[in-house]
């Protein structure tokens, strides 16, 4: 017993103490700002670019940062609140900034935030992703950034959840056991898009062997852009969403 509390004592508070105020390095890839009113679109791969007026596409972006190496119209900040209860709205312009995205990208759902606002229990389903946010949404658990202190925690079953949260673009083989997944949960629930391939498909939005069908069909509740999406983005989206 004296050696578990002398290591926790030398160990110290390991957890983020101030999640929504956390810094990150400046070299992550968060917020885009976009400086022309021109961009040229064939730079970006994805057709996360757009002109006319220009624009990114945070819902397609995977932050690779290219357009930024060969163009000065687009720049990257290390803001890392990036979601949205609104798709629209992941579209950002020239002249936007992260505080003016910030202010209106999530709206506060009041009767989610009645029902959930102290417990919030996630089934996550990846249909067809690489495993890269699946690994980020499970550092969500750790110690560092301790996402069960609000109450919110992954479970093993979507019967016991509250919502779910999608990561890849959606495959055809998952496309059925996701409705399952959808159906198992109880009302009334949520249901999260985290990366840019559940969002938009991702660098498969083009594959035939997609069935994103299910998208269409429910209503999502918050777009939540990465790849991978960072866990201080994961849990501040939900914190903002449940008006925590």
């Known amino acids: 017993m004296l050696d578990t509390l002398k290591l926790r004592i030398y160990q110290g508070k390991q957890y983020i103490k101030d999640i929504k105020n956390a810094t990150v390095k400046e070299k992550f890839r968060g917020f885009p700002i976009i400086e022309s009113d021109t961009?040229?679109?064939?730079?970006?791969?994805?057709g996360a670019i757009s002109n006319n007026p220009a624009a990114v596409d945070m819902g397609k972006c995977t932050f690779c940062g290219c357009c930024a190496r060969n163009t000065k119209?687009?720049?990257f900040t290390n803001f890392y609140k990036l979601a949205s209860t609104s798709r629209e709205k992941l579209i950002i312009t020239e002249g936007m900034n992260e505080k003016d995205f910030y202010k209106s990208a999530i709206e506060v759902n009041k009767e989610i935030k009645k029902i959930f606002g102290h417990s919030l229990k996630l089934r996550q389903v990846s249909a067809g992703g690489c495993n890269g946010c699946e690994m980020?949404?499970?550092a969500c658990s750790n110690v560092n950034f301790d996402m069960g202190r609000f109450g919110i925690d992954?479970?093993?079953s979507p019967r016991h959840a509250d919502g779910l949260v999608i990561t890849g673009p959606i495959s055809e083989n998952m496309a059925f056991a996701l409705e399952d997944c959808y159906k198992s949960t109880p009302d009334p629930k949520i249901v999260?898009?985290?990366g840019a391939c559940a969002i938009s498909g991702g660098i498969f939005q083009n594959s035939q062997k997609l069935?994103?069908?299910?998208?269409?069909?429910h209503k999502i509740d918050?777009?939540?852009p990465g790849c991978p999406v960072h866990p201080l983005t994961f849990i501040n989206a939900l914190l903002d969403y449940l008006g925590i």
């Open 192 to 194: 999260i898009l985290t």
């Open 39 to 46: 961009i040229d679109e064939t730079i970006c791969p994805l």
């Open 211 to 217: 069935n994103r069908e299910f998208i269409s069909k």
């Open 73 to 75: 119209a687009v720049k």
């Open 222 to 224: 918050l777009y939540i």
């Open 154 to 156: 992954f479970m093993a």
């Open 136 to 138: 980020e949404l499970n």
